[in-house]
């Protein structure tokens, strides 16, 4: 499975983080965070 978006979504959950005053809390809030917008992704239907 293609997941091009990998890096820069890790680099986003760990800015998040750093954000929240960093440290395992933080990273493990803001994954989750993004774990769930990536749930419900939906990808765009292509134009005809």
């Not at 986003?12 to 994954?31: D, F, H, K, S, T």
């Amino acid at each position: 499975m293609a997941r091009p978006a990998a890096p820069l979504t890790a680099f986003l959950v760990g800015y998040a983080a750093a954000q929240a005053g960093g440290g395992p809390q933080a990273v493990a809030e803001a994954n989750r965070k993004a774990a769930k917008l990536a749930v419900g992704w939906k990808p765009e239907e292509p134009e005809q």
